[in-house]
């Protein structure tokens, strides 16, 4: 089954075929730190959103594991990104009405 490329327009098996010498290396430049931290990533054509990794910077949430019904987890992935904060408001609205 071959998957839609909707990025490079290019033969990429043929282009993986190719071994580079070490002549080529050499024609590559280095990439300074800044391409790295400040360069944007696209997919699809569309801008990326950058995710932060690492330590909240003011702790409000804890990471843990939690078991739920397939149904649950599959409605809420069915509306597309950001499922698990929507789960997470679900959650909290039935806290506060419960208080």
Do not use: C
Request: charged residues 30%.
């Amino acid at each position: 089954m071959k998957e839609k490329n909707t990025g490079l327009k290019s033969n990429l098996e043929k282009i993986d075929q190719h071994q580079i010498s070490a002549s080529e290396y050499d024609e590559v430049p280095e990439l300074p730190e800044a391409f790295f931290t400040e360069g944007q990533l696209y997919q699809d054509g569309k801008p990326v959103e950058r995710r932060t990794r690492g330590k909240q910077k003011s702790p409000t949430k804890e990471q843990l594991t939690i078991r739920l019904n397939k149904e649950v987890v599959t409605y809420f992935k069915s509306q597309g990104r950001g499922w698990q904060t929507r789960v997470n408001e679900v959650l909290q609205a039935y806290v506060d009405s419960h208080q």
